[in-house]
Structures are given as C-alpha cells and as structure tokens.
C-alpha cells in the first residue's frame, strides 16, 4: 500500500478557494485510481471526484462539478484538488484515498489506501 499525506485545507470564506494537495510515497501513477473524499460531522464519507493517473479519465460527484478540479501534478507522486465558489456544505475533512478495488471509483469502500485528512472549513 502506499501513505498518502493530504495538506492545503483551512478556513475560508463562502465563495473563495482552495487547493489540497495529495503526495503518495512513491510514484502515484502506479495506483491507477486516486480519489478524494469528504466526510462531514453526522455524514457518511462521500466521493467528491477521482482520476485514473493513467488515462486522467475523471469523475466528480455532481455537488461540485464545474467548481471543483481535480488533476495529477507534473511530478509523479501529487494529485491536486482545485475547489473554487465553496460554499458552507463543502465544510468536511477531506481525504484522499487510492488502490482502488472495489465496483465504483466514487465509492470510499472500493479503496485500500487512506491518508490521515485535511479539513475545510467554509464560512458563510
């Protein structure tokens, strides 16, 4: 398996941006899928998008598409989660996950790999 450590969440206000950051240990291409997720208080884990590092095909769950952007960096071992016009339900700890097995790549159980998360925190 590979460690994964998120950085780039925060505090922000309604409307702003953020970029989170995900960097594997190794060569991040190899996982295939990666994927961030989001979990707020009293919510189940939700897929928020996710990218094949190999054919960067992409998927986001339909509460952020055409805000957020997710994309593998230059360098090997990043996958990057661009989120602009936030509003105040994005607020949740946002994890990224890969090795993936599973049925759905949206779906938190199909991957094997967690980093430990990063919160947002948007305020009206």
């Known amino acids: 398996q590979v460690q994964l450590v998120e950085s780039g969440g925060g505090p922000v206000q309604a409307g702003g941006s953020l970029r989170l950051s995900c960097a594997a240990t190794?060569?991040?291409?190899?996982?295939?899928?990666v994927g961030w997720f989001r979990k707020a208080p009293g919510k189940e884990r939700e897929g928020v998008a996710t990218?094949?590092?190999?054919?960067?095909?992409?998927y986001y769950t339909d509460s952020v598409k055409g805000r957020f952007t997710i994309s593998r960096g230059n360098a090997e071992s990043t996958v990057y989660l661009q989120m602009n016009s936030l509003k105040p339900e994005d607020t949740a700890m946002y994890y990224c996950?890969?090795?993936?097995?599973?049925?759905?790549?949206?779906?938190?159980?199909?991957?094997?790999?967690w980093g430990q998360g990063t919160q947002v925190t948007v305020s009206a």
């Open positions: 190794g060569n991040i291409g190899s996982r295939k899928w």
């Open positions: 990218i094949n590092t190999g054919s960067f095909t992409v």
């Open positions: 996950a890969a090795d993936f097995g599973g049925d759905w790549v949206l779906r938190a159980s199909g991957y094997q790999s």
